[in-house]
């Protein structure tokens, strides 16, 4: 919140900015017919005073009204075949809202920041394009699919407790050590990919070592055999990651015990 101003002009003031950077990169990538930086500033305006008077029917009506003018313009615009416009529109009025709730300082340090974000994600667009359609094959596409299911579907359901005889079975723990040998080889595949496969695994030997020698070790064993024209590097990348436990098992304890580190 901007220092010295009452908490309802800085909600106002952060909803104006939401809307002009937003505004700023549109006007600036879609030239003259579309909307602009007043446009998206007004749009955010109406969203930071329904934000600001908090009345449900109120945002409802704005926000149906704000859609509905949107909806006129893009059947104007017959001939445009994406959204992009109108939805980073929509965004400013949602964004512009939660930065003039009151009393919310965490909603508004989101709301500014996530309009950075989607200001970047606006401006990247032919690097995504690029990204999706000329560097990321289908396979490598299919690979983070099941990567992101075993972190993010697998993981969540699994149970949390131990069971067997002195707790040996602990799926939740068992999981995670997965999910790390999984994230060593899939970062050290993209590695590999871009900055070859000297380089590559030499860095993911470090950071791999910095998360976990036992899942970057498992990994670079499995891919060896799957590569053999590369397991010079990926010998030494285990042994980078075995040499980086030390100075991490001994920055940690400095930081947790510094009398004992200098012993």
Known sequence: ????????????????????????????????????????????????????????????????????????????????TGI??????????????????????????????????????????RALHRLVRETITEKEFDDTLRFLAVVFVVYPILPGGEYGPYGFLAPKKIWGLVILVSAVSYCGYFLT??????RGLRLMGVLGGLASTTAATLSFAASSSEEPQNRRYY?????????????????????VNPVLAAA
């Not at 446009?39 to 009345?55: E, P, S, W």
């Not at 964004?95 to 990247?124: H, K, M, S």
């Not at 010998?235 to 304890?253: D, G, T």
Request: glycine content about 12%; overall charge neutral.
């Open 1 to 80: 919140m901007p220092a010295g101003l009452p908490p309802d002009v800085a909600g106002l003031a952060e909803a104006l900015l939401i809307g002009f950077l937003i505004g700023a990169q549109r006007e600036a990538t879609q030239g003259e017919g579309h909307p602009g930086v007043r446009d998206f500033v007004l749009i955010a305006l109406v969203g930071g005073i329904a934000g600001l008077l908090q009345n449900p029917w109120l945002t409802l009506g704005a926000l149906l009204s704000v859609t509905a003018l949107l909806g006129v313009f893009y059947h104007h615009m017959g001939h445009r």
């Open 84 to 125: 992009t416009t109108e939805m980073a529109a929509l965004a400013a009025y949602c964004l512009g809202y939660l930065a003039a709730v009151q009393g919310e300082d965490r909603l508004r340090t989101l709301a500014v920041g996530t309009a950075v974000v989607v200001v970047i994600f606006l401006e990247a667009k």
């Open 193 to 198: 990919k871009f900055l070859g496969p000297r």
């Open 235 to 255: 010998v030494q990348a285990a042994i980078l990651a075995n040499a980086i436990q030390f100075p991490r098992v001994l920055l940690i304890l400095a930081v």
